[in-house]
T-cell receptor, first 112, second 113 residues
Framework: SQQGEEDPQALSIQEGENATMNCSYKTSINNLQWYRQNSGRGLVHLIL?????REKHSGRLRVTLDTSKKSSSLLITASRAADTASYFC????????????FGSGTQLTVLP | EPEVTQTPSHQVTQMGQEVILRCVPI?????FYWYRQILGQKVEFLVS????????KSEIFDDQFSVERPDGSNFTLKIRSTKLEDSAMYFCASNLVSYNEQFFGPGTRLTVL
């Protein structure tokens, strides 16, 4: 897979359920970030986890990072219809913190 | 809360024409970026800019592209002679420290006819 690939490509859940999205990458990184994009809109930064961190929380979001497996997961707990969006992971390769490589994204649909 | 702004929100142009996309980064930020997203595809890095010069650029950012910070607030992307394949959403981003999160603007949708 390419740098910053998410799976699943699409996820549909009921409101109140948890949503888990995964991201894999290939090169060493400084940090990994998760972004949300509503249809046709800009990218909203959700959370950043550094390469020396294993887990991070922000509100209903929980991100894990396993640098040995070059993978990360984003968990959204108690999902809401407003969480419906595309979610992307983005990595910055070690030695270059000035460009982000985005994955293809997971389209999350939360049904009311 | 401060945010990155971009104008116009939608630009339609004829193939071969020059376009300038404008961005106002967050005021105290020092690093500026342009990305693009072709419809249905990934967000792709174009260029990063710091201290009035390009820091890094991708293969996409060829001689047809240029960036400028003409004053203390604006950051522009110029495409000299647009091609059909330049049709995309163009996002500007900025941050204070290069290793921190990048804050994105709402994007400019460029349509080349």
């Amino acid at each position: 897979s390419q740098q910053g690939e998410e799976d699943p490509q699409a996820l549909s859940i009921q409101e109140g359920e948890n949503a888990t999205m995964n991201c894999s990458y290939k090169t060493s990184i400084n940090n990994l970030q998760w972004y949300r994009q509503n249809s046709g809109r800009g990218l909203v930064h959700l959370i950043l986890i550094r390469s020396n961190e294993r887990e991070k929380h922000s509100g209903r979001l929980r991100v894990t990072l396993d640098t040995s497996k070059k993978s990360s997961s984003l968990l959204i707990t108690a999902s809401r219809a407003a969480d419906t969006a595309s979610y992307f992971c983005a990595t910055d390769p070690s030695g270059s913190a000035r460009q982000l490589t985005f994955g293809s994204g997971t389209q999350l649909t939360v049904l009311p | 809360e401060p945010e990155v702004t971009q104008t116009p929100s939608h630009q339609v142009t004829q193939m071969g024409q020059e376009v300038i996309l404008r961005c106002v980064p967050i005021s105290n930020h020092l690093y500026f970026y342009w990305y693009r997203q072709i419809l249905g595809q990934k967000v792709e890095f174009l260029v990063s800019f710091y201290n009035n010069e390009i820091s890094e650029k991708s293969e996409i950012f060829d001689d047809q592209f240029s960036v400028e910070r003409p004053d203390g607030s604006n950051f522009t992307l110029k495409i000299r002679s647009t091609k059909l394949e330049d049709s995309a959403m163009y996002f500007c981003a900025s941050n204070l420290v290069s290793y921190n999160e990048q804050f994105f603007g709402p994007g400019t949708r460029l349509t080349v006819l």
